[in-house]
C-alpha cells in the first residue's frame, strides 16, 4: 500500500502570513495527487487536483506544486475561515490513500 | 447543484449488518465512479470501496474486503454499501463521494457506531 505523510502535524500561523504544508509519497505517484479542506463537523472540500489545479470555485490563495513524490499546498495569507485540517490523497495507485492530515491552526 | 445525502447509519452491535445509501442529484449520476470514505472519531480519511461508473469495476480496502458491498442503482440515482459482521474498529462517519480520480464532491456523512 502507498503510504502518504503529511507534516507538519500540526501549523500554527497568524492570520495573513503564508502556510506551506508537505506530503510526501512512499513511490511516485506522478501528479496524481489532490488536496482536501475539512473544517470540524464538515464533509472535505477539495482544493487541488493534479497536483496543481484548482476547481473554479477555490480562492486563488490556494496553490498546489510538486510531483513524483513531494508535493505541497500553500495558502498565501490565511484568513480566519483557512484554519481547518488539510489532507491530501493519491489516486495513482489502489487503494486510494489519504495523508494523516496536518491541522493549521491560529497562532 | 450536486447533492450527496447519505443515510442509513446508526447503532449497531457487533457481528450485525447495515446498509448505508447515498441519493445523488444535480448531475449525471450514470457518468461517475463514485466511493465511499470513513472517518472514525477524531481520526482521518480511510477510504473504503470504489464502483465505476457502470458498476463494472469495484474496489475494496483491505480492510472491508469480504465484509463490504458497494453497489449502485442507476434508476434512483443511488449508491449503497451493504455492511456485514460489523466490528467496533468499523465505527465511523462514512461519506459518499463523487470521482473518477479526486473526489470533488462529497456528502455530509452518516454515523455508523458498532458497539455491543
Known amino acids: 500500500e502507498l503510504v502518504m505523510t503529511q507534516s507538519p502535524a500540526t501549523l500554527s500561523v497568524s492570520p495573513g502570513e503564508r502556510a506551506t504544508l508537505s506530503c510526501r509519497a512512499s513511490?511516485?505517484?506522478?501528479?496524481?495527487l489532490a488536496w482536501y479542506q475539512q473544517k470540524p463537523g464538515q464533509a472535505p472540500r477539495l482544493l487541488i487536483y493534479?497536483?496543481?489545479s484548482r476547481p473554479t470555485d477555490i480562492p486563488a490563495r490556494f496553490s498546489g506544486s510538486g510531483s513524483g513524490t513531494e508535493f505541497t499546498l500553500t495558502i498565501s495569507s490565511l484568513q480566519s475561515e483557512d484554519f481547518a485540517v488539510y489532507y491530501c490523497?493519491?489516486?495513482?495507485?489502489?487503494?486510494?490513500?489519504f495523508g494523516g492530515g496536518t491541522k493549521v491552526e491560529i497562532k | 447543484q450536486v447533492q450527496l445525502v447519505e443515510s442509513g447509519g446508526g447503532v449497531v452491535q457487533p457481528g450485525r449488518s447495515l446498509r448505508l445509501s447515498c441519493a445523488a442529484s444535480g448531475f449525471s449520476f450514470r457518468s461517475f465512479a463514485m466511493h465511499w470514505v470513513r472517518q472514525a472519531p477524531g481520526t482521518g480519511l480511510e477510504w473504503v470501496a470504489l464502483v465505476s461508473y457502470d458498476g463494472g469495476n469495484i474496489y475494496y480496502a483491505d480492510s472491508v474486503k469480504g465484509r463490504f458491498n458497494i453497489s449502485r442503482d442507476t434508476s434512483k440515482n443511488t449508491l449503497y454499501l451493504q455492511m456485514t459482521s460489523l466490528r467496533p474498529e468499523d465505527t465511523a462517519v462514512y461519506y459518499c463521494?463523487?470521482?473518477?480520480?479526486?473526489?470533488?464532491?462529497w456528502g455530509q456523512g452518516t454515523l455508523v457506531s458498532v458497539s455491543s
Open positions: 463521494a463523487r470521482g473518477s480520480q479526486e473526489l470533488d464532491y
Open positions: 493534479g497536483a496543481s
Open positions: 490523497q493519491q489516486y495513482n495507485n489502489w487503494p486510494l490513500t
Open positions: 513511490q511516485s505517484i506522478n501528479s496524481k
